[in-house]
């Protein structure tokens, strides 16, 4: 998949700000490929309010039985 350019990114950060989920999975993919990291993150700044961090690993879509 191609970069996204800079105007593109600030265009998801809005979307993401207004409550878009599809930017937020654009945005978190992004990041996990490395690309735009320093301009997404300079872009959003720091937290309102202290924030939990939740990671999840793993192929997607696998489940196991119980």
């Known amino acids: 998949m191609a970069p996204v350019p800079h105007e ?3 265009d ?3 979307r993401f ?3 878009d989920r ?6 978190v993919s992004l ?3 490395g690309e735009q990291i320093g301009v997404i993150l300079a872009s959003l700044g ?3 309010k202290p ?4 990671a999840l690993t793993g192929a997607g879509g696998v ?3 119980g």
Not at 22 to 27: D, K
Not at 51 to 54: D, H, L, Y
């Open 8 to 10: 593109n990114i600030n």
């Open 17 to 19: 700000r207004r409550g």
């Open 31 to 33: 990041i996990a490929r």
């Open 22 to 27: 599809l930017a937020l999975a654009r945005l």
């Open 63 to 65: 489940a196991t039985a």
């Open 12 to 14: 998801l950060l809005a």
């Open 46 to 48: 720091p937290p309102p």
């Open 51 to 54: 924030t939990r961090v939740v």
